[in-house]
């Protein structure tokens, strides 16, 4: 007895025993029309440049172009992008040149690969403006210095408006959703200022509160959450759809949501939707690039992506600067100052300034890059 449950008790393994069975991996996420009208690329993109400024630091923006499978970009999208950047122009329009001819193209056309130009008519305001070829248009390079276009979105989006209010967005599975807003709860300042509120749902919540109302949120899947949050994925209208654009190169997304559209949801005001694209992506911290002050100032600043030398920077130094549009006020302000100081008493005070940050000041010195720098000194009582 005992040896026979000896035996049943140690079985000969690799007889008896079942073993792991190793299932295969799954296939990368596929669309089912299997992507072949978009483009993954990362080298597909056009080059977005302001007509009134050298070719080397003239650059508004630049876009991924996939919404051809050999690269391009929606012909009515890009002229948006750049009509917010120039103020909430929608009469903008391309030339391949400066001063070349208007590329004509319909709405829905695709712009190909390349550099391009962005130029708008002289505005009424500035018809007593000395004659430029092209015109010198003024920036808004950064959220909290836009206005946002009440009554006055792009004519795309004014149809889609006018259309429906019934909006959802792209998900692959029913589970894992989560509250999305479209507006960060730190731009509540901007949100205010611009009387975002008219456009809420709940009447108690208007002014207070009205940023966090369900109206200025959309139910998103955690990884398309991400996404939407870090500006690459937005909603944007074309042949009267609202469709998702995949705004940076990641080859996933693009072939998974570029120009897929959105299921009907109703209760999302297009105007919140429209903040998305808003000027040079998410920061709203960046400081003033605009070539042409418009009067607005601000003193935060986000990581920058380059380093450029400033000569408007009160200091005169080198600082970091988190947008190329900063070269071109750094060209506009350079060009005033030659226009106004003919003798160059500015470009000395700046040379005389970068050495006096690495030298050991007398009291007169140090005076006087306290007062370079915008301070007052006063003296002593």
């Known amino acids: 007895m005992s040896a026979a449950l000896g035996a049943s008790a140690h079985p000969d393994s690799a007889a008896t025993l079942p073993s792991i069975v190793l299932r295969s991996c799954f296939p990368p996420p596929t669309h089912p029309d299997g992507s072949a009208s978009v483009s993954p690329s990362a080298v597909h993109r056009v080059t977005l440049r302001h007509p009134?400024?050298?070719?080397?630091?003239?650059?508004?923006?630049?876009?991924?172009?996939?919404?051809?499978?050999?690269?391009?970009?929606?012909?009515?999208?890009?002229?948006?992008?750049c009509g917010i950047a120039a103020g909430n122009r929608w009469d903008g329009f391309f030339t391949k040149l400066k001063t070349g001819p208007r590329i004509d193209l319909p709405s829905d056309g695709i712009l190909p690969n390349g550099d391009y130009y962005f130029h708008v008519p002289v505005s009424e305001s500035e018809d007593?403006?000395?004659?430029?070829?092209?015109?010198?248009?003024?920036?808004?390079?950064?959220?909290?210095?836009?206005?946002?276009p009440h009554n006055n979105l792009p004519p795309s989006w004014a149809t889609l408006a006018s259309a429906s209010s019934d909006l959802n967005v792209p998900t692959r599975s029913s589970g894992g959703h989560r509250g999305c807003p479209h507006l960060s709860a730190e731009r509540e300042d901007w949100f205010q200022r611009n009387v975002m509120d008219n456009y809420v749902f709940a009447l108690e919540r208007h002014r207070v509160g009205a940023i966090d109302d369900s109206s200025n949120a959309l139910l998103l899947r955690s990884d398309i959450h991400w996404a939407f949050d870090q500006r690459r994925i937005v909603f944007v209208p074309k042949s009267s759809r609202l469709v998702a654009h995949v705004m940076s190169p990641v080859a996933e997304l693009v072939r998974l949501y570029h120009n897929v559209q959105l299921h009907p949801l109703k209760g999302v005001p297009l105007e919140y939707l429209f903040t998305r694209l808003e000027p040079q992506g998410k920061s709203s911290t960046m400081r003033s690039a605009s070539p042409i002050d418009n009067g607005t100032t601000s003193d935060a600043s986000t990581p920058a992506t380059s380093e450029v030398y400033d000569a408007s920077?009160?200091?005169?130094?080198?600082?970091?600067?988190?947008?190329?549009?900063?070269?071109?006020?750094?060209?506009?302000?350079?060009?005033?100052?030659?226009?106004?100081?003919?003798?160059?008493?500015?470009?000395?005070?700046?040379?005389?300034?970068?050495?006096?940050?690495?030298?050991?000041?007398?009291?007169?010195?140090?005076?006087?890059?306290?007062?370079?720098?915008?301070?007052?000194?006063?003296?002593?009582?």
């Open 128 to 148: 007593d403006c000395p004659a430029e070829s092209p015109y010198i248009y003024p920036i808004v390079p950064r959220f909290t210095d836009w206005s946002f």
């Open 313 to 381: 920077d009160d200091a005169g130094l080198r600082t970091k600067e988190p947008c190329r549009l900063d070269r071109l006020r750094v060209e506009y302000l350079e060009k005033e100052r030659q226009r106004s100081d003919p003798e160059g008493f500015w470009l000395k005070e700046q040379t005389w300034a970068r050495k006096a940050m690495d030298s050991t000041l007398t009291s007169a010195g140090a005076r006087r890059l306290y007062e370079f720098m915008g301070a007052d000194v006063l003296d002593d009582p």
């Open 52 to 81: 009134g400024y050298d070719d080397r630091n003239n650059v508004l923006m630049v876009l991924q172009a996939s919404d051809h499978c050999d690269g391009g970009i929606h012909h009515a999208t890009a002229l948006v992008a």
